[in-house]
């Protein structure tokens, strides 16, 4: 399987590092903002093209799919682009920064037939799937759900220059993983944001409080102001224990460690969300964490920026 991979930030070199343990897909060309630092990223993992332009890497041969880690705002354009292209695509988190946006492209998706997967990774760290698979089975069910994603960014830029949104970036893993762990949509929402940076123009701290149909809640605590323990912490209450994932950690309540590492075939939930997209175009089939099984994410964010907007007014 011939792939592309557009941005070589940050994240592009995680998939790019997972992708080398895959057997059967190879990366034919890197597309980046800057063409030197693009072609030196390229050379240092093998790959043959390097490009300023997603059409000039959709246009190689026998290419079959896009790795999108590109930021946010080019989202979904860039996806509607790769579909419109007949590739299949992986758009990292977000989908979109709108739920107009979100929902073309899984309009555009349903059109092609093309596999369409967002880069939800808190679906496949083995920590979440330990759990999952125990309140799939029935042996948990969570009442509750503590959420902590904390940086300490002063001036939070990302690589066009542009203010990195708690909402849309940052909240969507956890409304994504909540309605996921809990397997029901959320009805009941509540976003509240703290003062706007002066200059950004954004909130840089953040509280969403969230209910799904069956009872279960959550509450969402994120914050760019944090000067402390850094990242993202998961409280699962559930009805049968209590379970804290810290990153690739997962212990109980009681702060006594799970071993998780055979759960999957690796602990990098990148690489196992990179082999779920490869298997699904493999296999025909529609993906775990599908532009069609992520869209409610993206309609709860979209009531919860409506809620700040009308508070502003």
């Not at 899984?106 to 967002?118: A, S």
């Not at 279960?216 to 850094?230: E, H, K, R, Y």
């Not at 699904?280 to 809620?307: F, K, M, T």
Request: with cysteine; net charge negative; charged share 20%.
């Amino acid at each position: 399987m011939k792939v592309i991979l557009a941005g070589v930030g940050a994240f592009g070199i995680k998939h790019l590092n997972g992708i080398k343990n895959i057997d059967g897909v190879e990366v034919v060309a890197l597309v980046g903002r800057r063409l030197d630092h693009t072609r030196e990223k390229a050379q240092e993992f093998g790959v043959a093209h390097a490009f300023t332009d997603l059409a000039d890497a959709l246009a190689l041969p026998d290419v079959d799919a896009a790795i999108l880690c590109t930021p946010t705002q080019m989202h979904a354009a860039q996806a509607l682009q790769c579909m419109q292209a007949g590739k299949h695509v992986q758009i990292e988190i977000p989908l979109a920064d709108s739920y107009a946006d979100s929902l073309e492209v899984d309009r555009v998706q349903k059109e092609t037939g093309l596999v369409c997967m967002v880069g939800h990774t808190r679906r496949f760290n083995p920590s979440h799937q330990w759990l999952n698979r125990r309140l799939r089975s029935g042996e948990l069910r969570i009442q509750q759900m503590d959420v902590q994603t904390y940086f300490f960014r002063r001036r939070n830029i990302n690589a066009e220059g542009q203010p990195r949104h708690l909402l849309w970036h940052h909240a969507a893993h956890t409304v994504d993983l909540f309605q996921y762990q809990a397997g029901e949509n959320i009805v009941q929402v509540n976003g509240m944001e703290g003062p706007h940076h002066p200059e950004l123009g954004i909130a840089m701290d953040m509280s969403i409080q969230m209910k799904t149909a069956g009872g279960a809640i959550c509450t969402l605590s994120l914050s760019f102001n944090n000067d402390g323990p850094l990242g993202t912490f998961f409280r699962y209450i559930c009805d049968n224990g209590t379970y804290i994932a810290r990153y690739d950690d997962l212990v109980t309540g009681r702060d006594e460690p799970i071993d998780v590492s055979g759960v999957d075939v690796s602990m990098n939930g990148i690489e196992l969300q990179d082999r779920e997209f490869f298997a699904a175009i493999n296999e025909g089939r529609e993906p775990n964490s599908s532009v069609a099984q992520v869209l409610e994410c993206y309609r709860v964010l979209d009531e919860v920026e409506r809620q700040f907007a009308g508070a502003g007014q």
